[in-house]
């Protein structure tokens, strides 16, 4: 069971959703970053469940320790170890879940593949280890941030509400205004009556979340086998409850013609002189063959339905048998809005391993 994301820049990851904590160790973080407590405990206040109505209602503080790597407040490059007690499980909640499986849950697949599983809000594949994603996606930004790179996710679609594609459209900056995440008020408003609406049907809803990289520097990902938006879409395709990626246009540039998708070169004024080429457009989300180009990396990642729903659903039992259950507990009408820091988090330790490989290699 793989637990360890990255090649230099690594986090690997421990812990259950209803265990004493969750959390993990971050090796190859660069020595001599200023760690900024309040911001890594912002990222994971983004996250943490019972924010607003919109989310579950389990309260947890999810306050992060840090237990090695750290001296004086910069980092010593050594491993960082970190934790996240877990404080409110309800883990009764999840009896008659004993001997039950799941409809769309991992709980099939984890005993057939293991012999055993932890009924207990899915141990082990709950998304409550996206935790130690954002703790490690925060120290990934700190780093970033010194090389001007930033991060944008947002929530671009929830059902059928759905906003333009084109992120430049909008006002990123009015993303953590609302509950949703939306940059688009109106469109927020319309998202969250839909999740208020499924939610009082005991149903759940999916959508999209959209992401935007600036200032990646040209040269990072590998040819073949380790292309930049492969390694993209590994990691968002490694979230919970995600089932779909593209970068750049995506599918929606299937209608065109090469004529219409190419993006031409030019020279860019104001460029440094060792980059002055430029494109005129960008419809290949800043990713050519699998290398940054120096222009916006941006991807939608989709997210399915929570699978958990509290209403009646058939299913069978650990001997076979057929039976209907209804799921108790606290959990999200829909993911979206607490997956937006995680989509980011996964996005900077991607773009930031490939800096510190593409660093090692120009060296």
């Known amino acids: 069971m793989s637990n360890t994301f990255g090649?230099?820049?690594?986090?690997?990851?421990?812990?259950?959703?209803?265990?004493?904590?969750?959390?993990?160790?971050?090796?190859?973080?660069?020595?001599?970053?200023?760690?900024?407590?309040?911001?890594?405990?912002s990222e994971l206040n983004r996250r943490r469940p019972g924010q607003s109505k919109l989310t579950t209602s389990r309260q947890e503080g999810d306050k992060v320790e840090l237990l090695s790597g750290v001296f004086e407040g910069k980092t010593t490059g050594c491993p960082i170890g970190?934790?996240?007690?877990?404080?409110?499980?309800?883990?009764?909640?999840?009896?008659?879940?004993?001997?039950?499986?799941?409809?769309?849950?991992?709980?099939?697949?984890?005993?057939?593949?293991?012999?055993?599983?932890?009924?207990?809000?899915?141990?082990?594949?709950?998304?409550?280890?996206?935790?130690?994603?954002?703790?490690?996606?925060?120290?990934?930004?700190?780093?970033?941030?010194?090389?001007?790179?930033?991060?944008?996710?947002?929530?671009?679609?929830?059902?059928?509400?759905?906003?333009?594609r084109d992120y430049k459209k909008y006002n990123l900056s009015l993303t953590e205004t609302n509950d949703v995440r939306c940059p688009d008020a109106e469109k927020a408003q319309q998202m969250a009556s839909l999740i208020e609406q499924v939610k009082a049907e005991g149903d759940t809803i999916g959508g999209?979340?959209?992401?935007?990289?600036?200032?990646?520097?040209?040269?990072?990902?590998?040819?073949e086998f380790d292309k930049l938006h492969a390694q993209l879409g590994s990691a968002m395709l490694s979230i919970n409850a995600v089932k779909g990626f593209e970068y750049g246009e995506g599918f929606a540039g299937v209608t065109q013609r090469g004529s219409e998708q190419n993006d031409r070169f030019t020279v860019g004024h104001g460029l440094p002189v060792t980059t002055p080429v430029t494109t005129t457009s960008n419809h290949s989300g800043g990713i050519q063959g699998g290398i940054s180009n120096g222009q916006d990396i941006y991807f939608r990642v989709a997210f399915k339905p929570v699978a958990t729903?509290?209403?009646?659903?058939?299913?069978?039992?650990?001997?076979?048998?057929?039976t209907t259950f209804t799921a108790h507990g606290r959990h999200d009408p829909c993911v979206l809005p607490r997956a937006v820091p995680v989509v980011e988090a996964m996005a900077a330790m991607v773009i930031l391993d490939n800096y510190l490989c593409h660093s090692a290699y120009k060296k």
């Open 208 to 223: 999209v979340i959209t992401c935007v990289i600036k200032g990646c520097p040209i040269g990072l990902g590998e040819p």
């Open 7 to 41: 090649k230099l820049f690594t986090l690997t990851t421990f812990g259950e959703s209803h265990g004493a904590a969750v959390g993990g160790v971050v090796d190859g973080m660069p020595a001599g970053i200023d760690i900024d407590m309040d911001f890594i405990q």
């Open 82 to 164: 970190f934790i996240v007690r877990n404080e409110n499980q309800h883990s009764q909640d999840y009896e008659n879940l004993r001997t039950l499986f799941r409809p769309s849950h991992a709980d099939f697949t984890y005993y057939n593949k293991y012999g055993v599983r932890d009924h207990r809000g899915g141990g082990r594949s709950s998304a409550r280890i996206t935790i130690s994603r954002v703790v490690g996606g925060a120290l990934a930004k700190l780093v970033l941030r010194q090389l001007g790179v930033s991060i944008q996710a947002y929530t671009s679609q929830v059902g059928d509400i759905t906003l333009e």
């Open 309 to 322: 729903l509290l209403r009646p659903q058939e299913t069978v039992d650990l001997e076979g048998n057929a």
